[in-house]
């Protein structure tokens, strides 16, 4: 009699058979997770609801998330900090939110020399306008990109 060294096919057979009997239950349950999770997707709408919006940040909710300070999550429309003023908006104002457009602009002349801007692409875009933002820049505007010279209020360049 000799020993067996290793498996026998069967062996190996039923362990892959048992393999593919829990891949075929799994799958399924994970694709519904990601589906649900893609369905309940949404930005915020606004600063006030990423800062605490006059909360103790005990218990974050949706109405205040606590991922910003008191400051720039402030409940105005516009929240100055450090020599700029930051601004949000969004196209819906109801969850899901589809998209964001974060903006900073300096507090006057002396404060900054360059307009910021973000969508959900996560580029943050420039521009050496002049004008400074006295409201939140718009989708459209923060995705135009075409001013060589990057002196046009309403044209942003990606920040390299």
């Given at each position: ?18 393999i593919l009997i829990i ?26 609801s990423l800062g605490p ?100 209020a309403a044209k942003y360049?990606?920040?390299?």
């Amino acid at each position: 009699m000799r020993k067996q060294k290793g498996f026998s096919l069967i062996e190996l057979l039923i362990v892959v058979a048992i393999i593919l009997i829990i891949a075929a239950i799994a799958i399924p349950n994970l694709l519904r997770a990601r589906i649900s999770a893609n369905d309940s997707a949404g930005y915020s709408a606004d600063l006030k609801s990423l800062g605490p919006n006059a909360t103790t940040c005990t218990a974050p909710t949706s109405t205040g998330a606590c991922l910003l300070d008191n400051i720039v999550g402030c409940t105005a429309a516009i929240c100055p900090k450090g020599g700029y003023n930051y601004f949000m908006t969004a196209t819906a104002t109801t969850a899901p939110v589809p998209d964001y457009t974060a903006s900073a602009g300096p507090l006057g002349k002396s404060t900054g020399s360059r307009n910021y801007c973000s969508n959900p692409d996560a580029v943050v875009r420039f521009n050496m306008s002049t004008t400074i933002l006295a409201a939140a820049e718009t989708l459209a505007a923060c995705a135009t990109n075409s001013d060589a010279a990057n002196t046009t209020a309403a044209k942003y360049n990606a920040l390299q």
